[in-house]
């Protein structure tokens, strides 16, 4: 495809002078690009296929980068990438070296504000918006875009509270798609089906909003007066043909918009040139297709969230894979919670709006009224799961390692005080590849193993994970963290038969001489390649797979003081108060016969995106990396 207007356009500068018609045609183009580009340099592609119009248009009306512009999550912001100079490395995108899958402040003045988890766009903007006022600048605009999947998330309602009544400068705009990765959920979302698919309420608004004319510049205090009369006169009008006692946002304080085509150039552009003037809080609802432009990504957007390779004119995705790999740990867990609440009727699963992703949709699909998506709310999926475990259920509450970190009040003040039976599964421990430092799951052991009553295990593999699922929810167990990471597991012949692990017991996995390997969960296996290549080379290493990272085995920790006297830890996880550090303090404390310690893991920097190999190396925990240590 020739893109006679893209390959003009190198900053939103470009944008000012094209005709509607012209920035519908660069949408066109904009559009194929990336569905191009991404079909053989994977991303996110559903999420900016959505708001390519959107992005145009925004570009276009306002004045970035003065002009604040802050996308939430920001898998939707490849377009936005791509209009603001950084088109001939778009092909980099998420990998080594390469563009961030993510806005990222330190990669262009026009990424506002570094995002990859969701619902933070809004108290964002809202501190700019604020900074702005504290610093005379009253005319700049902020805007935070944000989904109807991302505003279900806690802080989302926290900041659109504070906003409502700041009078700052901001403008909200949501993305009404139904989706974020999987289904959005909940109350919100029948809230806006109802708001758009009310024909009489859009009219009225449209009407509104003519009346207005969005001009508040040049009202007279007469006319002010009337036209607020006006507004309160129609405020309850639409809240009567929506059913409810008000409209959500403007009770908030907001002045709502909408909704309209999120599509539609004209619309777009119209409605955005007025509220650029407007002065307060507004929150305009746009309604687009995720996957828009695709066939393929609009019927089924959750697989082409981040599809891989595909076909760029058919959709059809390019296995990458062989058929006879080891299954995701994911996959892992989905099959074995499915077979364990067979046979004890207490276990539900609840995931914070990461059904697919966390392969819990498989228990969704079998056993519905057991299994939980809370939407994009990882402190609620916490608390919900505690209050069901505080009245005889047994939770298996599934969070993505890094989303945990928001919830880490509640794992400590709702689960952990209470000595509740609850299994938190943390899924993508460790470095995840692509996604980079937002997602890595870096942190959950140095934060999880200070809190009191945790038990905190790691699976080496497949069997090892079943074995401790089913541990896990055996009478009587408590709070009970087990951490696995993104990816394929290593065996083929996964479905073992499971069995009760001794809580605080590691294993030896091979006895040495010379130096001792002491590791937590999968790279465990790094440490067996490591030792086979060390001893062919003559040298002797013992291998030992700790299983828990609280409690501690330190009757196999003094037997290993005993045999080796140099040591070295190896963790999928931050050096600083992690694993490693745990076996330190212990050996600290125990005085007498200590041996040399050396800790492999990720050292105390945030690592960037790219293949979990390349990022193994970089860390110092891939094979090469261990025998070197191992060596020195």
Same mark, same amino acid.
């Given at each position: 495809?020739?893109?006679?207007?893209?390959?003009h356009?190198?900053?939103?500068?470009?944008?000012?002078?094209?005709?509607?018609?012209d920035?519908?045609?660069?949408?066109?183009?904009?559009?194929?690009?990336?569905?191009?580009?991404?079909?053989?340099?994977?991303?996110?592609?559903?999420?900016?296929?959505?708001?390519?119009?959107?992005?145009?248009?925004?570009?276009?009306?306002f004045?970035?980068?003065?002009?604040k512009?802050?996308?939430d999550?920001?898998?939707?912001a490849?377009?936005?990438?791509?209009?603001?100079?950084?088109?001939?490395?778009?092909?980099?995108?998420?990998?080594?070296?390469?563009?961030?899958g993510?806005?990222?402040?330190?990669?262009?003045?026009?990424?506002?504000?570094?995002?990859?988890?969701?619902?933070?766009?809004?108290?964002?903007?809202?501190?700019?918006?604020?900074?702005?006022?504290?610093?005379?600048?009253?005319?700049?605009q902020?805007?935070?875009?944000?989904?109807?999947?991302?505003?279900?998330?806690?802080?989302?309602?926290e900041?659109?509270?504070?906003?409502?009544?700041?009078?700052?400068?901001?403008?909200?705009?949501?993305?009404?798609?139904?989706?974020?990765?999987?289904?959005?959920?909940?109350?919100?979302?029948?809230?806006l089906?109802?708001?758009?698919?009310?024909?009489?309420?859009?009219?009225?608004?449209?009407?509104?909003?003519?009346?207005?004319?969005?001009?508040e510049?040049?009202?007279s205090?007469?006319?002010?007066?009337?036209?607020?009369?006006?507004?309160?006169?129609?405020?309850?009008?639409?809240?009567?043909?929506?059913?409810?006692q008000?409209?959500?946002?403007?009770?908030?304080?907001?002045?709502y918009?909408?909704p309209?085509?999120?599509?539609?150039m004209?619309?777009?552009?119209?409605?955005?040139?007025?509220?650029?003037?407007?002065?307060?809080?507004?929150?305009?609802?746009?309604?687009?297709?995720?996957?828009?432009?695709?066939?393929?990504?609009?019927?089924?957007?959750?697989?082409?969230?981040?599809?891989?390779?595909?076909?760029?004119e058919?959709?059809?995705?390019?296995?990458?894979?062989?058929?006879?790999?080891?299954?995701?740990y994911?996959?892992?867990?989905?099959?074995?919670?499915?077979?364990?609440?067979?046979?004890?009727?207490?276990?539900?699963?609840?995931?914070?709006?990461?059904?697919?992703?966390?392969?819990?949709?498989m228990m969704?699909?079998?056993?519905?009224?057991?299994?939980?998506?809370?939407?994009?709310?990882?402190?609620?999926?916490?608390?919900?799961?505690?209050?069901?475990?505080?009245?005889?259920?047994?939770?298996?509450?599934?969070?993505y390692s890094?989303?945990?970190?928001r919830?880490?009040?509640?794992v400590?003040?709702?689960?952990?005080?209470?000595?509740? &039976?609850? @299994?938190?599964? !943390?899924?993508? *421990?460790? +470095?995840? #590849?692509?996604? /980079?430092?937002?997602?890595?799951?870096?942190?959950?052991?140095?934060?999880?193993?200070?809190?009191?009553?945790?038990?905190i295990?790691?699976?080496?593999?497949?069997?090892?994970?079943?074995?401790?699922?089913?541990?896990?929810?055996?009478?009587?167990k408590?709070?009970?963290?087990?951490?696995?990471?993104?990816?394929?597991?290593?065996?083929?012949?996964?479905?073992n038969e499971?069995?009760?692990?001794?809580i605080?017991k590691?294993?030896?996995?091979?006895?040495?001489?010379e130096?001792?390997?002491?590791?937590?969960?999968?790279?465990?296996?790094?440490?067996?390649?490591?030792?086979?290549?060390?001893?062919?080379?003559?040298?002797?290493?013992?291998?030992y797979d700790?299983?828990?990272?609280?409690?501690?085995?330190?009757?196999?920790?003094d037997?290993?003081?005993?045999r080796? &006297?140099? @040591?070295?830890? !190896?963790?999928? *996880?931050? +050096?600083? #108060?992690?694993? /490693?550090?745990?076996?330190?303090?212990?050996?600290?404390?125990?005085?007498?016969?200590?041996?040399?310690?050396?800790?492999?893991?990720?050292?105390?920097?945030?690592?960037?995106?790219?293949?979990?190999?390349?990022?193994?190396?970089?860390?110092?925990i891939?094979?090469?990396?261990?025998?070197?240590?191992?060596?020195?």
């Amino acid at each position: 495809m020739q893109y006679s207007l893209l390959e003009h356009i190198e900053s939103p500068a470009d944008l000012k002078s094209l005709s509607i018609e012209d920035l519908k045609a660069l949408s066109g183009e904009l559009r194929q690009y990336i569905i191009s580009t991404l079909s053989s340099h994977p991303g996110h592609l559903a999420s900016g296929l959505g708001v390519v119009e959107l992005t145009v248009a925004l570009h276009a009306v306002f004045n970035t980068p003065d002009d604040k512009l802050v996308w939430d999550v920001g898998h939707q912001a490849y377009a936005h990438k791509i209009l603001t100079g950084r088109r001939n490395r778009f092909s980099t995108i998420r990998t080594y070296g390469g563009l961030s899958g993510f806005p990222k402040m330190t990669e262009s003045e026009y990424d506002a504000f570094g995002t990859g988890h969701s619902s933070t766009s809004i108290s964002a903007a809202l501190g700019m918006a604020t900074a702005s006022k504290l610093q005379g600048n009253a005319s700049r605009q902020h805007i935070a875009v944000i989904g109807d999947g991302s505003m279900t998330g806690g802080e989302a309602f926290e900041a659109l509270n504070n906003a409502g009544v700041s009078k700052a400068n901001i403008l909200v705009i949501l993305n009404d798609n139904g989706i974020s990765i999987d289904k959005s959920v909940g109350g919100l979302s029948r809230y806006l089906t109802k708001v758009t698919a009310s024909r009489r309420y859009n009219d009225l608004k449209n009407k509104v909003w003519d009346t207005l004319d969005g001009d508040e510049q040049n009202r007279s205090r007469g006319k002010e007066k009337g036209l607020n009369f006006f507004q309160k006169m129609a405020y309850s009008t639409k809240s009567a043909l929506l059913g409810h006692q008000n409209n959500l946002f403007e009770s908030l304080g907001f002045r709502y918009f909408g909704p309209i085509d999120g599509h539609n150039m004209e619309d777009l552009l119209e409605v955005l040139n007025k509220l650029r003037k407007l002065k307060g809080p507004k929150l305009l609802h746009i309604v687009t297709t995720k996957g828009k432009g695709l066939p393929a990504a609009e019927e089924n957007p959750t697989v082409f969230h981040a599809p891989g390779k595909f076909d760029a004119e058919t959709g059809e995705r390019i296995k990458t894979t062989a058929s006879n790999m080891p299954p995701k740990y994911q996959d892992v867990f989905g099959r074995t919670i499915i077979e364990l609440a067979e046979k004890n009727p207490k276990i539900v699963g609840i995931t914070p709006a990461m059904p697919t992703g966390c392969s819990l949709n498989m228990m969704m699909a079998e056993m519905p009224d057991r299994a939980f998506d809370v939407g994009i709310a990882e402190q609620h999926a916490v608390t919900f799961a505690a209050g069901l475990a505080a009245q005889g259920q047994l939770p298996f509450c599934n969070i993505y390692s890094s989303f945990m970190q928001r919830a880490y009040d509640q794992v400590i003040h709702d689960v952990a005080l209470q000595n509740l &039976d609850f @299994v938190l599964c !943390l899924d993508r *421990g460790g +470095l995840v #590849g692509d996604d /980079g430092p937002t997602h890595h799951g870096a942190f959950d052991m140095a934060c999880l193993r200070l809190v009191p009553n945790l038990t905190i295990m790691a699976p080496m593999n497949e069997h090892e994970l079943r074995n401790m699922m089913y541990t896990a929810q055996l009478p009587g167990k408590g709070p009970v963290v087990i951490r696995y990471p993104r990816g394929n597991g290593v065996l083929t012949d996964w479905h073992n038969e499971m069995l009760e692990l001794p809580i605080g017991k590691g294993r030896m996995l091979k006895e040495g001489r010379e130096v001792a390997i002491v590791s937590i969960g999968h790279i465990g296996n790094s440490a067996m390649e490591a030792a086979a290549t060390l001893e062919a080379d003559g040298i002797s290493v013992g291998v030992y797979d700790m299983r828990f990272v609280k409690p501690l085995d330190t009757a196999l920790l003094d037997q290993i003081a005993e045999r080796y &006297d140099r @040591v070295i830890t !190896l963790e999928d *996880g931050c +050096l600083e #108060g992690g694993f /490693g550090s745990a076996v330190l303090e212990y050996y600290s404390a125990k005085g007498g016969k200590t041996p040399a310690v050396k800790r492999l893991g990720i050292p105390d920097r945030f690592i960037t995106h790219g293949t979990i190999p390349q990022l193994q190396q970089e860390c110092g925990i891939d094979t090469t990396s261990i025998i070197a240590a191992v060596k020195a």
